[in-house]
Nanobody, 119 residues
Framework: QVQLVESGGGFVQTGGSLRLSCAAS????????MAWFRQAPGKERQFVAR????????DYADSVKGRFTISRDAAKITIDLQMNSLNVEDTAVYYC????????????WGQGTQVTVSS
């Protein structure tokens, strides 16, 4: 089992920045990649960014490219999401996720952290 705990959400004005963190614990050696998803009220959960645990290769949703940066620490068990140039459309609950293979659904999820961007 893998446990994920997010932190760093909050309130920010349009154009501002926030940094989210996700700490993994448990059987982290099995993790293939970790990702951030978000879900706005009344909308489906959507992919934001992912990073492969060992190679560090990243992937982003088009809506956040150039504004968000995903990174991992040297121990490869904590990931961050630096969010710049935030706008109201970025308002959502942000979830950290991890999976143990390169295909299929994400196996583990955090509890989520709220990000609210005001105009």
């Amino acid at each position: 089992q893998v446990q994920l705990v997010e932190s760093g959400g909050g309130f920010v004005q349009t154009g501002g920045s926030l940094r989210l963190s996700c700490a993994a614990s448990g059987r982290t050696v099995n993790i293939y990649d970790m990702a951030w998803f978000r879900q706005a009220p009344g909308k489906e959960r959507q992919f934001v960014a992912r990073i492969k645990k060992y190679s560090g290769i990243t992937d982003y949703a088009d809506s956040v490219k150039g504004r968000f940066t995903i990174s991992r620490d040297a121990a490869k068990i904590t990931i961050d999401l630096q969010m710049n140039s935030l706008n109201v459309e970025d308002t959502a609950v942000y979830y950290c996720a991890a999976r143990i293979s390169s295909y299929g659904d994400y196996n583990y999820w955090g509890q989520g952290t709220q990000v609210t961007v005001s105009s």
